[in-house]
């Protein structure tokens, strides 16, 4: 039997996190949550996860982008699939997260809500 | 407030030297600091160095005239309140002065009496504008993190609700009945409905902010129906209808904001579909004169009754359909007035019940 694929959730929404959870382990995948930054960014240390979901929208704006930074600068987190999951602009009008290049390189960029099947479909052509 | 923590400064615009003198004596005795100047130039030179709290001009001097310092000082120093001091027993010019903006006048001959009952009603007048000013500053403020505030309590449990609903799905799968399928079906679409009437209100704020309409730079009107109809090609095939357009070629560019152009058009296409039975038709259209550069849509549409075509840019004001597929926010159209008044351009609307409805967008060049 293999050992299932570590997907760990950061996202300070506890309902957003069960949800997605659901969706996830519903199709094979073991789930960690991390209801904020730090203690995300301290999980994929101590979980080694195959792939993590960020949320953009935290707190701060701020916040997610320190925690996808942080996780990028880990030995750990170097190479870790990476979705950010974005809900149209706290900061000004239709403003979203956009990959650029002095950001640091995240994998996927999604906008909340998440359709299941999409989710689905895009965390197995990452981790499959 | 008996212990003033700064004097206030008061200035003296006058040719004469006894006034200059005489108003100073009293006025520094009222417990006012004072300064003087003996002509226009001088007079306005020291205006803007200091910034004075309140300046009487002498209406008749040499040179400059009161009613051209008046203008510039109203202009340069922010809540400066002027009294003109009248020589010549006329009104007529102190009327002038204060339809120009002068808070009061002084006729001469005046006494030390008269001089402080005005001199103490010009600065409380001018404490008072300063606090209304404040005042509005602090409201517009909390309005605006309100905005923010409401912004993303609201948005964030419609998201988590939309997210349980696809969990729902997914754990519950195949046990789902056909009704409850359906069930789940008609609450998506309800959170869907909210979800935009946040995001419309949320525009709303914007646009009154200016936030929403800050970019004025060129923008090509063929880019932007290009980009709206793209957008919404996939509603229109799925609501049966077919979207066409036919511009000139050389069509001009106008300035604005372009997003909010986008979300204009795709406002209005979107209505279209909402009240175009399948197998309806929306047309989009454009052309310009010397002075204008119009966009009209048009739909093969329900078309708007007549006695509700004067409200439909109101706030919340919402057609009533057949059927219940027109669930919107009611904010829709009144948004596009707004960005289109942003733009000094204007929204106009035709329609013919049972034939259709034009929306006609104009800019000026």
């Not at chain 2, 579909?273 to 004169?289: F, L, V």
Request: charged share 30%; aromatic share 6%; glycine share 8%.
């Amino acid at each position: 039997m293999t050992a299932k694929k570590k997907v760990l959730l950061i996202d300070d929404d506890k309902d957003f996190l069960m949800a997605t959870r659901l969706i996830l382990e519903k199709s094979g995948y073991e789930v960690f949550l991390a209801e904020d930054g730090k203690s995300g960014v301290d999980m994929v240390k101590s979980v080694a996860p195959d792939l993590a979901i960020v949320d953009m929208m935290m707190e701060t704006w701020g916040e997610g982008f320190e925690v996808v930074s942080k996780i990028r600068s880990m030995e750990q987190g170097k190479s870790t699939p990476l979705i950010v999951l974005s809900a149209v602009d706290l900061q000004g009008p239709y403003q979203v997260f956009e990959p650029s290049d002095e950001s640091p390189k995240v994998n996927m960029v999604l906008h909340k809500p998440v359709k299941a099947d999409d989710l689905i479909k895009y965390v197995g052509e990452l981790i499959g | 407030m008996s212990e003033k923590v700064s004097k206030e400064l008061i200035f003296i615009i006058d040719d004469e030297e006894t006034i200059r003198d005489g108003c100073r004596q009293v006025l520094e005795k009222s417990g006012h600091s004072v300064i003087t100047a003996g002509n226009g130039l001088d007079g306005i030179r020291i205006a803007r160095e200091k910034h004075p709290d309140l300046v009487f001009v002498d209406l008749k001097m040499p040179g400059m005239s009161g009613l051209e310092i008046i203008d510039i000082l109203l202009e340069d120093i922010p809540y400066i309140v002027l009294v003109v001091i009248t020589g010549y027993a006329s009104i007529v010019s102190a009327v002038e002065s204060m339809k120009r903006g002068a808070y009061d006048y002084l006729p001469k001959p005046f006494t030390p009496d008269q001089l402080r009952a005005v001199t103490k009603r010009g600065l409380e007048h001018r404490n008072l504008r300063i606090e209304t000013k404040m005042l509005r500053d602090a409201k517009d403020q909390v309005e605006k993190d309100f905005i923010t505030f409401v912004s993303h309590e609201m948005r964030s449990p419609l998201v988590t609700i939309q997210q349980y609903m696809e969990a729902l799905k997914i754990v519950a799968g195949g046990c789902l009945s056909g009704e409850a399928v359906d069930i789940i079906e008609r609450c998506d679409k309800r959170i869907r409905n909210l979800e935009d009437l946040v995001e419309h209100w949320l525009d709303m704020s914007r646009i009154e902010d200016g936030t929403l309409t800050q970019k004025k730079e060129p923008v090509n009107l063929a880019a932007i129906v290009a980009r709206s109809m793209d957008e919404m090609e996939p509603l229109c095939q799925r609501r049966g209808l077919e979207m066409e357009k036919e511009l000139p070629g050389d069509l001009p560019s106008v300035i604005g904001d372009e997003e909010s152009l986008v979300r204009v058009l795709i406002n209005i296409i979107g209505n279209a579909t909402k009240y175009t039975p399948s197998g309806g038709r929306i047309y989009i259209a454009a052309e310009y004169d010397d002075l204008d550069v119009t966009i009209s849509i048009s739909d093969t549409g329900a078309g708007i009754p007549r006695d509700k075509i004067p409200f439909i840019f109101d706030p919340f004001f919402r057609g009533k359909g057949k059927d219940d597929r027109q669930g919107g926010s009611g904010l829709g159209l009144s948004f596009c007035k707004r960005i289109m008044e942003a733009h000094d351009g204007k929204i106009d609307v035709s329609s013919e019940e049972g034939k259709g409805t034009t929306f006609v967008l104009r800019f000026h060049r």
